[in-house]
Nanobody, 113 residues
Framework: VQLQASGGGLVQPGGSLTLSCTVS????????MGWYRQVPGKQRELVAY???????VYADSAKGRFTVSRDNAKNMMWLQMNSLRPEDTAVYYC????????WGQGTQVTVSS
């Protein structure tokens, strides 16, 4: 099983990024899938998750700015991030909150002017 998050980068405050998550080696269409982020020295934080039928839940820090979506046929998930803030700087990962799979390398998001 491999989880690959991509799409990170350097963006100015107020900017947008869309992250992608590709899962290989397992059919996750029945799984709740989530986006996490982690900064050095802090615990990994669940930012948003989406059920197999598209119900979404967001951390307070992400509400109104982030949108999680998925395509079960493609075994993929996305995180659209708008109005980015410096405090969103982190390495972002995807995984299932309930059926945790081996963590991938994540993708770095840096919000800075």
């Amino acid at each position: 099983v491999q989880l690959q998050a991509s799409g990170g980068g350097l963006v100015q405050p107020g900017g947008s990024l869309t992250l992608s998550c590709t899962v290989s080696g397992r059919d996750v269409r029945a799984y709740v899938m989530g986006w996490y982020r982690q900064v050095p020295g802090k615990q990994r934080e669940l930012v948003a998750y989406i059920s197999n039928d598209g119900v979404t839940v967001y951390a307070d820090s992400a509400k109104g700015r982030f949108t999680v979506s998925r395509d079960n046929a493609k075994n993929m998930m996305w995180l659209q991030m708008n109005s980015l803030r410096p405090e969103d700087t982190a390495v972002y990962y995807c995984n299932s909150p309930r059926y945790v799979m081996p963590w991938g390398q994540g993708t770095q998001v840096t919000v800075s002017s």
